[in-house]
């Protein structure tokens, strides 16, 4: 499916990380792998830091740090916030929604729509695209688009499959309305392979017991319980080689635009080698199309996207020069490619919660 | 691309200087999760239109019967 939106601005993205910086060597012990195995596949996959959430910390704790920095930094004014839309895996509680927490820890008035969706790696993109709709509709001022996730809790440290690369982070996109350029999209899903990226177990469906929280070791000698995040690597890489460019191509035909207007390609961030073989496959060099975040901050599902604008865009003083091609693809399965213009992006940062 | 090409390929990700074609892949000293994904998208880069998974690939009784099926020979 294609969408166009009209006069709609991102103006500013602060990315919240959570200060207790792991290494991958801290997490060699637990994999039932050698050590020089281990250490390939950090080669290989670009793996370095990743930062991760205390026991304790959860989304709404990453999101109210961000904004209320925000506010105290006159980036954000309180009266102009009318929406937070929460894209997160990770919520606070099962009910009520972690957006409707966020609102009541700000002591934000009443007439703020409050929404959390169920999104991962191709968060950023569906939540800028239900925060266009709304914006649509001319009552709303600005919206908060949260990207939240603290996945780091459902994945096993035995597991080498998901452990090494899964960070913690949440990032503030403040959306608006304003002359720009038109932001072109594309979006689709697929939920016969949603089995690619699950958590089997503390959903209605599979409750949490005694037995979903039993550790089980897999063919490879991975070992997790049915309560962790299980991902078939092998289908997601085979999954995300074959869309991943022919979406791209079909978002710029479809809209007329010049693949060498593009400046930067900002995707997700599963792990360095995916992105490696995106930017070979696609003809792209590596310089536009960054593969940095995974190594830096791990891969903090909806969150990469917007991290990596704060860490790598550099902005252009023609208008022109600042378009840049977004793009997620996984969990769902969903994947979602957006063509924008970064003119109206006045502020980007990345900060420590503490 | 060849099958003697296709081995020097394999020699490369499993680090051993001469691969049997005869044998099964997964009794390869390196076969793991890491290896059978850069077989995947060696696989996946060269060779057209082809639909494989790893499980798939586990399923091969020799590397030679691997080859013929994704050069579709």
């Known amino acids: 499916m294609f969408i166009t939106f009209k006069n709609k601005s991102i103006s500013a993205i602060l990315s919240v990380i959570p200060n207790n910086k792991v290494t991958y060597e801290e997490g060699l012990k637990n994999y039932n792998f050698s050590r020089s195995k281990s250490m390939k596949l950090k080669k290989i996959m670009g793996f370095n830091t990743r930062y991760i959430a205390n026991k304790t910390t959860t989304v709404s704790d990453l999101s109210v740090y961000g904004i209320e920095y925000l506010l105290k930094n006159k980036i954000l004014n309180k009266k102009d916030i009318s929406g937070i839309i929460l894209v997160t895996?990770?919520?606070?509680?099962?009910?009520?929604?972690?957006?409707?927490?966020?609102?009541?820890?700000?002591?934000?008035?009443?007439?703020?729509?409050?929404?959390?969706?169920?999104?991962?790696?191709?968060?950023?993109?569906?939540?800028?695209?239900?925060?266009?709709?709304?914006?649509d509709t001319k009552k709303f001022k600005k919206i908060l688009l949260i990207n939240g996730d603290v996945l780091s809790k459902k994945v096993s440290k035995f597991d080498r499959n998901t452990h090494p690369l899964i960070g913690d982070g949440a990032a503030i996109s403040v959306i608006e309305n304003k002359k720009n350029s038109n932001f072109f999209f594309s979006v689709n899903m697929d939920g016969k392979n949603a089995d690619f990226?699950?958590?089997?177990?503390?959903?209605?469906?599979?409750?949490?017991?005694?037995?979903?929280?039993?550790?089980?070791?897999?063919?490879?000698?991975?070992?997790?319980?049915?309560?962790?995040?299980?991902?078939?690597?092998?289908?997601?890489?085979?999954?995300?080689?074959?869309?991943?460019?022919?979406?791209?191509?079909?978002?710029?035909?479809?809209?007329?635009?010049?693949?060498?207007?593009?400046?930067?390609?900002?995707?997700?961030?599963?792990?360095?080698?995916?992105?490696?073989?995106?930017?070979?496959?696609?003809?792209i060099s590596e310089k536009i199309m960054p593969n940095n975040i995974v190594g830096l901050f791990g891969n903090s599902s909806g969150a990469t996207i917007p991290i990596n604008i704060c860490n790598n865009f550099v902005k252009k003083k023609n208008f022109n020069d600042n378009t840049v091609c977004l793009a997620g693809f996984g969990v769902g399965l969903t994947w979602a490619s957006a063509i924008i213009n970064l003119s109206s992006l006045k502020y980007k940062k990345i900060i420590k919660y503490s | 691309m060849t099958l003697e090409k296709f081995?020097?390929?394999?020699?490369?990700?499993?680090?051993i200087k001469k691969i049997n074609k005869n044998q099964k892949i997964t009794n390869l000293k390196n076969w793991d999760s890491l290896t059978s994904l850069s077989v995947l998208s060696l696989i996946d880069s060269k060779f057209k239109n082809i639909k494989i998974n790893v499980s798939k690939i586990e399923k091969f009784k020799s590397i030679t019967e691997l080859y013929n099926y994704v050069s579709k020979k």
């Open chain 1, 89 to 135: 895996q990770t919520p606070d509680y099962i009910i009520p929604p972690t957006s409707n927490i966020i609102q009541s820890r700000l002591n934000l008035p009443d007439d703020t729509l409050c929404l959390d969706i169920n999104q991962g790696c191709a968060g950023y993109l569906i939540g800028l695209m239900i925060c266009f709709n709304i914006l």
């Open chain 1, 197 to 283: 990226l699950k958590i089997q177990a503390g959903g209605i469906k599979t409750p949490s017991s005694k037995l979903t929280a039993k550790l089980k070791k897999d063919l490879h000698g991975n070992t997790r319980s049915l309560e962790n995040l299980s991902m078939k690597g092998d289908e997601v890489y085979l999954f995300i080689m074959s869309i991943v460019p022919s979406m791209i191509s079909k978002l710029l035909k479809k809209n007329r635009v010049d693949i060498k207007r593009i400046k930067y390609f900002f995707f997700h961030q599963p792990n360095q080698f995916i992105l490696k073989k995106l930017s070979e496959k696609m003809n």
């Open chain 2, 7 to 15: 081995l020097v390929e394999l020699s490369e990700i499993f680090e």
